[in-house]
């Protein structure tokens, strides 16, 4: 596609709910990030992967969260459980190749949960 | 561990006028890549300018230019002839190597544009 598409924009979900995010990546782009920001903060790194591969989830907070990215295109980012902490934008950011390239992010994901 | 300072929460300038937002980073690396990106309301996050530490000459891009100051560890974001449709956040960011969690942001700065 033309630029990283991400959905639903909202998400409104009752707490214990669970909750999966989706993001289409540009086409051929290798790399794939999540991100989650807080109200008023800057993006915090969730988790990364090169094509299928799950290379990074250092970022992710919990068990909770789980990514995954199985044919190398889209991914999805699944919240059990959810709890009132999780209330966030999440944004999905894709590159050509590696991690030191610029970013191309989509217009993420406000999870508000109740 | 690397951290990235962004000291002004908000910034106020006259349409027309310059800017500089200031950022501050800490890192181990002797090479390394420097961003600023900006997020408008829409929350979709643009890349403004980007800099490899190991250039010496500050990165420009039409009205967006940086100070490097890499014995510092400062990345200046000046932008000139301020327009209305640069209100937006700003964020620095640094990739230090190490993998993606080399990745890391800063809080940001508003920038706010007065007509």
């Known amino acids: 596609g033309a630029g990283v598409s991400q959905s639903p924009r909202y998400k409104v979900a009752k707490r214990g709910q669970d909750v999966a995010l989706r993001c289409d990546p540009i086409s051929g782009h290798v790399s794939l990030f999540w991100y989650q920001q807080a109200l008023g903060q800057g993006p915090e790194f969730l988790t990364y992967f090169q094509n299928e591969a799950q290379l990074d989830k250092s970022g992710l907070p919990s068990d909770r969260f789980f990514a995954e990215r199985p044919e190398g295109s889209v991914s999805t980012l699944k919240i059990q459980r959810t709890q009132q902490e999780d209330s966030a934008v999440y944004l999905c950011?894709?590159?050509?190749?590696?991690?030191?390239?610029?970013?191309?992010f989509g217009s993420g994901t406000q999870l508000s949960v109740l | 561990a690397q951290t990235v300072t962004q000291s002004q929460p908000e910034m106020s300038v006259q349409e027309a006028e310059t800017v500089t937002l200031s950022c501050t980073y800490d890192t181990s690396e002797s090479d390394y890549y420097l961003f600023w990106y900006k997020q408008p309301p829409s929350r979709q996050m643009i890349l403004v300018i980007r800099?490899?530490?190991?250039?010496?000459q500050n990165a420009t891009e039409n009205r967006f230019s940086v100070n490097f100051q890499k014995a510092a560890k400062s990345f200046s974001l000046k932008i000139s002839d301020s327009q209305l449709g640069d209100a937006a956040m700003y964020f620095c960011e640094m990739y230090s190597g190490g993998g993606a969690d080399g990745l890391t942001f800063g809080k940001g700065t508003h920038l706010i544009i007065q007509p």
């Open positions: 800099q490899e530490a190991y250039k010496q």
């Open positions: 950011a894709s590159s050509l190749s590696g991690v030191y390239e610029k970013l191309f």
